[in-house]
């Protein structure tokens, strides 16, 4: 597949077709390298919860991880109504 070079500001670019970004789910980001004098472009695969590890460390470090409701309900006093 052959595609043109174009301008963009002071660079220069290609356009992926639409065609070729569905059939590899791209999103936002690729992945690219230059090896043995070609480019090589990727997609960049996520995984589901990427970066909640992080995320939970942060909170925690801040205090901010206090639980909002209690862990256990005290149901002694409690009666259905039915």
């Known amino acids: 597949m052959n595609i043109a070079v ?3 500001g002071n660079s220069r ?5 639409k065609t070729v ?6 999103e936002d980001q690729v992945e690219m390298d ?3 004098n070609e480019i090589v472009i990727k997609p960049i695969r996520r995984t ?12 925690h470090h801040r205090g901010e991880d206090d639980l909002l409701i209690d862990e256990a309900l005290e149901t002694d006093d409690f009666e259905w109504d039915w």
């Open 6 to 8: 174009i301008k963009i």
């Open 13 to 17: 670019g290609i356009r992926i077709p």
């Open 21 to 26: 970004i569905e059939k590899l789910s791209i």
């Open 34 to 36: 230059v090896k043995d």
């Open 48 to 59: 589901p919860r990427e970066g909640w590890q992080d995320a939970f460390e942060a909170i």
